[in-house]
């Protein structure tokens, strides 16, 4: 099975990129690319621009990655209630590819960290609603509120049991599904 591990964010030292890779060493005997947005930096997507010049190749990259997956593993910063910028431009610049949907119905754990309470609430609340649009096929949620308390930065694991629980159940329940594993 091939994942793919997107934390929607372009931070450095983002708690969702440690998140989607923790997630990602639950599944056993996967092959797993961590994707950092950085490298798919493009100019903020204006419609001009793509008459001008089309869709930036980082965008056909980044989708080629997507349609390579068996399962997607993406896990989004909340910022100001919803995506970050920089996860919210490649999704605009792939979603201009013609004759595709972002995600092309690959199977998705959609997931949120945050320092706060909410866990993220308010992103994946978008994010729920909004991907089926886009070819998302979420087949899971997961959310870790206090990220600083429920994440051993050491270990690199979900200190909260608790939670590591509800994930792992999550991660079996999916790698169940027989067509994320025949693709």
């Given at each position: 099975?091939?994942?793919?591990?997107?934390?929607?964010?372009?931070?450095?030292?983002?708690?969702?990129?440690?998140?989607?890779?923790?997630?990602?060493?639950?599944?056993?005997?996967?092959?797993?690319?961590?994707?950092?947005?950085?490298?798919?930096?493009?100019?903020?997507?204006?419609?001009?621009?793509?008459?001008?010049?089309?869709?930036?190749?980082?965008?056909?990259?980044?989708?080629?990655?997507?349609?390579?997956?068996?399962?997607?593993?993406?896990?989004?910063?909340?910022?100001?209630?919803?995506?970050?910028?920089?996860?919210?431009?490649?999704?605009?610049w792939?979603?201009?590819?013609?004759?595709?949907?972002?995600?092309?119905?690959?199977p998705?754990?959609?997931?949120?960290?945050?320092?706060?309470?909410?866990g993220?609430?308010?992103?994946?609340?978008?994010?729920?609603?909004?991907?089926?649009?886009?070819?998302?096929?979420?087949?899971?949620?997961?959310?870790?509120?206090?990220?600083?308390d429920?994440?051993?930065?050491?270990?690199?694991?979900?200190s909260?049991?608790e939670k590591?629980?509800?994930?792992?159940?999550?991660i079996?329940?999916?790698?169940?599904?027989?067509?994320?594993?025949e693709?």
């Amino acid at each position: 099975m091939k994942i793919l591990a997107i934390a929607g964010t372009n931070s450095e030292a983002s708690i969702n990129k440690q998140l989607v890779a923790y997630a990602s060493t639950i599944f056993e005997s996967a092959e797993v690319e961590v994707v950092d947005l950085n490298p798919f930096e493009m100019p903020i997507y204006k419609h001009e621009r793509e008459l001008a010049g089309g869709v930036p190749q980082e965008a056909k990259d980044f989708a080629a990655k997507i349609d390579a997956a068996n399962l997607l593993l993406v896990s989004l910063p909340e910022h100001n209630g919803t995506y970050s910028t920089a996860f919210k431009n490649v999704f605009d610049w792939v979603s201009r590819i013609k004759e595709r949907t972002v995600w092309n119905e690959v199977p998705m754990l959609l997931m949120s960290a945050a320092p706060g309470a909410r866990g993220g609430a308010g992103v994946l609340e978008a994010a729920t609603k909004r991907f089926p649009f886009h070819g998302g096929n979420i087949v899971e949620t997961f959310s870790l509120p206090f990220f600083n308390d429920n994440f051993d930065k050491a270990a690199q694991k979900i200190s909260n049991e608790e939670k590591d629980s509800e994930l792992r159940e999550k991660i079996k329940k999916i790698s169940a599904i027989e067509t994320i594993l025949e693709k």
